[in-house]
């Protein structure tokens, strides 16, 4: 049974920093696309970074590249998520998904497992 699970979400200020943490188990980690959506009330959920476990090739969408840092622990079945420089608009449920491919879609309906959120929130 795949299961994720994350934590790490809070409060903090614009300007602050968060990391999220998002462990994998039930599956062959190493060998999938993991990844972080968002959703904030009244919008669709987004992707925002995602790393294929098997080679550590990462993407990010445009708002965070330069913020935002994803990485993985294979030893620990661990995503994570470095959230730097946090603006309010940034605020968000923040959800890990996985899907056992070689790259990583952009949709999520082409993720097949999802964590049950943490919530990050930023004020100004």
């Known amino acids: 049974q795949v299961q994720l699970v994350e934590s790490g979400g809070g409060s903090v200020q614009a300007g602050g920093s968060l990391r999220l943490s998002c462990v994998a188990s039930?599956?062959?980690?190493?060998?999938?696309?993991m990844a972080w959506f968002r959703q904030a009330p009244g919008k669709e959920r987004e992707g925002v970074a995602a790393?294929?476990?098997?080679?550590?090739?990462?993407y990010y969408t445009d708002s965070v590249k330069g913020r935002f840092v994803v990485s993985q622990d294979n030893a620990k079945n661990t995503l994570y998520l470095q959230m730097n420089s946090l603006k309010p608009e940034d605020t968000a449920m923040y959800y890990c998904?996985?899907?056992?491919?070689?790259?990583?879609?952009?949709?999520?309906?082409?993720?097949?497992?999802w964590g049950q959120g943490t919530q990050v929130t930023v004020s100004s």
């Open positions: 998904a996985a899907v056992l491919r070689s790259w990583c879609p952009k949709p999520p309906h082409d993720y097949n497992y």
């Open positions: 790393i294929y476990t098997g080679g550590g090739k990462t």
């Open positions: 039930g599956y062959t980690y190493s060998r999938a696309c």
